[in-house]
């Protein structure tokens, strides 16, 4: 059974900082890009950041412009678990931030956890 449990989110000052963790189980995680996405209330789902998988040719990490600079997007392979450290945390980062996990065949998301940005 292919599981995605995210955790980590939580209510912090603008300018703190979160770290969500995405642990995985049910398919090859290593096979697998890895993206945290993020929908704010009355938005539609937008990504936030992407990883490729550990075969591809180009590993370089992707970050939408409003959070590069500020977010890390990491995996651990032998965790089957993907990261997303965010910093320098602001109000319009407030959301539910999901992770996925795809590939050409599949496509995993995890239920979401709540990111509340204070002011």
């Known amino acids: 059974q292919v599981r995605l449990m995210e955790s980590g989110g939580g209510l912090v000052q603008a300018g703190g900082s979160l770290r969500l963790s995405c642990v995985t189980s049910g398919f090859t995680f290593n096979n697998y890009t890895v993206r945290w996405s993020r929908q704010a209330p009355g938005k539609e789902r937008a990504l936030v950041a992407r990883?490729?998988?550990?075969?591809?040719?180009?590993?370089?990490?992707y970050y939408a412009n409003s959070v590069k600079g500020r977010f890390t997007i990491s995996r651990d392979n032998a965790r089957k678990t993907m990261y997303l450290q965010l910093t320098s945390l602001k109000a319009e980062d407030t959301a539910v931030y999901y992770c996925?996990?795809?590939?050409?065949?599949?496509?995993?998301w995890g239920q979401g956890t709540q990111v509340t940005v204070s002011s």
């Open positions: 990883l490729p998988s550990s075969d591809s040719a180009v590993g370089i990490p």
């Open positions: 996925n996990a795809a590939n050409v065949r599949d496509n995993y």
